[in-house]
Each structure stands twice: as structure tokens, then as C-alpha cells.
């Protein structure tokens, strides 16, 4: 027990590098503590700083190419690089160092300068101007142009105006066929417009003697229209060259064939009726054409004697047949 504890005590006296070993390693120990300790500090500053750096990533989703055109604008200025502002956009307000749109009398960031209803950029596809608004082509169609009276949408190119409407060419066609108007256009009915064709098939009276529809001249008689042409008596076919006609049930007819189906020409003569009359043997006489058929004297009384259809005076009678 005492040579092992004089050994201890003899190595810790005479052996300079026993005696210096357990101070380096107690702190190297501690130096590992220390960057251990110091990892994990850094392990939670990281993992905070990446949960900021999310948060403001979420943050800044909406901003635009400006941001980064003014930072690198600011960066290059620190090193001596000077960038020129070309002006300030007409929408963000921003100095412009890069690309730029006049437009408008005013100028804009390319990315900037959009449709106003879509949003769309402008800067390659031309634009529509309306109010001091810059619009798409289809936009501005869309909202602003006149609308055909047919198919509703807008007219972008050809217009044609008619009835108070507008209308695509290919779209102003007549109502009831669908045909396109030739030389002779058209005619309109309650607000729609029809060929010549339909119209008067459709719409225009119907001439009582052919039954075609008249158009232009056109007469008033006998309870509907004629052609001239077609009104004429209805059994002759001849005209009323004197202007003079008589109606039986809706039809026209001349003296001669009016009294013809009343019954009303003379038997004698063949005449239309017109004033007094004799009825005998089943037909009407003029009264001075009521006579004798052997002798020819009128038989003013009304007496006579019958014989074959035809009036005899009696003494004649009495002559021929007794």
C-alpha cells in the first residue's frame, strides 16, 4: 500500500508532462462544450430564421419585377454604376431604369401597361383607347361596340345600318326565307325586314280575280282588291268600259249578265229590265215588247192566249188555232 502510494506522489513531482495532461484536457473538453452549446444555438437560430424567412416569403408573394429592378438598381450604384431614371410609370408610380411603353402621352413599365378589364399585357399586342383607358382588342369590342341586331354580338368591322339597328352584312337577311337582299332591298314589316318576294306573298292583298298579290296599281269594288286588268265581269270576262257594273254575291258582272242571272232581260227584245216590266210565260217583257207574236200589236191589256211559249192576241188566236 505505501510503495503504490509513494509511486502516485513520485509521478506527480518529477514528471512535468503528467502534471500538464489534465488541465488541456479539461479544456478541450470544455472547448467542446462550448461549440457543441454553440451548434445548437445555431441549430435554433436557423430553424427561427427559416421560419421568418417563410413567413416573409408568404409575405412579399405579391411583389413585383419593380422590387427587384430597385434593388439591383441600388446595388450597382454602389459600385459606382450610375443607372438613369427614364420617368415614372403611370400605374405603380415607380422609376423606370429598364425597359419602358410610351403610351397615352404618359410612360409605363411594359409589365404595366395591361388591359384595363382583363388585365392583359399590352405592350406586344397593340391596344384600343377609350376615355384615357388603354383596352384589348377583344375587350374593347366587347364593351364598346355596336351590337348586331340579329346574332347580339359586337361588329367588329363591316356595319350596316338599317330600321334604327345595326347589323353584321351577313346577318341583314330577309325574315321568312333567310335570303340576302339583291338590287331590289327590302320592305320591313313590324320592325323586320323581308324580300320583295315574301312581303307581298306574306302581307299584300290578294287580287279577288287572279288571286296573286297586288303590289302596285289596284282598284276597290265588289268587296276587294283587283289588278285593273282582272276586274271584269265575271261570266264575259269583258272590262267596264264605261266605269259601270252591277255585284251579285261579291262578283262583278256587267248589265247585260247581272239582269241575265236575275232573270230580268226582256223576252222580247233580250234587254236588261230597268223599269216597268210585264211577268208572263215565265219571263219579264218590256211592256211595249209584250205583243202578239202573229201580228206584233203590244198586248197592253195584259190579255192573251198562250200557244208553244208564245202570246197570241185572241182574235189572232182565234184565227191560227180555232
Given at each position: 500500500m505505501l510503495g503504490l502510494g509513494q509511486g502516485i506522489s513520485t509521478a506527480s513531482a518529477s514528471d512535468p508532462v503528467s502534471s500538464t495532461t489534465p488541465p488541456p484536457l479539461?479544456?478541450?473538453?470544455?472547448?467542446?462544450?462550448?461549440?457543441?452549446?454553440?451548434?445548437?444555438?445555431?441549430?435554433?437560430?436557423?430553424?427561427?430564421?427559416?421560419?421568418?424567412?417563410?413567413?416573409?416569403?408568404?409575405?412579399?408573394?405579391?411583389?413585383?419585377?419593380?422590387?427587384?429592378?430597385?434593388?439591383?438598381?441600388?446595388?450597382?450604384?454602389?459600385?459606382g454604376v450610375c443607372t438613369t431614371t427614364k420617368g415614372h410609370c403611370a400605374s405603380c408610380n415607380k422609376s423606370i431604369v429598364g425597359k419602358m411603353i410610351t403610351a397615352l402621352g404618359q410612360v409605363w413599365h411594359p409589365e404595366h401597361f395591361v388591359c384595363v378589364a382583363c388585365k392583359t399585357e399590352l405592350s406586344t399586342t397593340g391596344f384600343f383607347e377609350r376615355e384615357g383607358q388603354p383596352y384589348c382588342d377583344k375587350d374593347y369590342h366587347q364593351l364598346f361596340s355596336p351590337r348586331c341586331a340579329?346574332?347580339?354580338?359586337?361588329?367588329?368591322?363591316?356595319?350596316?345600318t338599317a330600321l334604327d339597328q345595326t347589323w353584321h352584312p351577313d346577318h341583314f337577311f330577309c325574315t321568312h326565307c333567310g335570303g340576302l337582299f339583291g338590287p331590289d332591298g327590302f320592305l320591313e314589316k313590324d320592325g323586320k325586314p323581308y324580300c320583295s318576294k315574301d312581303f307581298y306573298l306574306l302581307f299584300a292583298p290578294k287580287c279577288s280575280g287572279c288571286g296573286e298579290s297586288v303590289r302596285e296599281n289596284y282598284l276597290t269594288a265588289a268587296n276587294g282588291t283587283w289588278h285593273p286588268e282582272c276586274f271584269v265581269c265575271a261570266d264575259c270576262l269583258k272590262p267596264f268600259?264605261?266605269?259601270?257594273?252591277?255585284?251579285?254575291?261579291?262578283?262583278?258582272?256587267?248589265?247585260?249578265?247581272?239582269?241575265?242571272?236575275?232573270?230580268?232581260?226582256?223576252?222580247?227584245?233580250?234587254e236588261p229590265i230597268t223599269g216597268r216590266c210585264i211577268s208572263a210565260l215565265d219571263r219579264k217583257f218590256h211592256p211595249e215588247h209584250f205583243v202578239c207574236a202573229f201580228c206584233l200589236r203590244q198586248l197592253s191589256q195584259g190579255i192573251f192566249k198562250e200557244q208553244k211559249g208564245k202570246p197570241y192576241c185572241s182574235a189572232c188566236f182565234n184565227k191560227l188555232f180555232v
Open positions: 479539461t479544456q478541450k473538453q470544455s472547448v467542446k462544450k462550448k461549440i457543441e452549446g454553440g451548434q445548437q444555438e445555431n441549430k435554433e437560430s436557423s430553424s427561427r430564421a427559416g421560419s421568418d424567412a417563410d413567413a416573409s416569403t408568404t409575405s412579399k408573394k405579391t411583389d413585383t419585377i419593380d422590387d427587384l429592378l430597385g434593388g439591383l438598381s441600388s446595388d450597382l450604384e454602389k459600385i340579329y346574332c347580339k354580338g359586337p361588329i367588329v368591322q363591316n356595319i350596316l268600259t264605261d266605269g259601270c257594273f252591277m255585284e251579285l254575291n261579291g262578283r262583278p258582272l256587267c248589265s247585260h249578265h247581272f239582269h241575265s242571272r236575275q232573270g230580268t232581260l226582256c223576252g222580247g227584245c233580250g
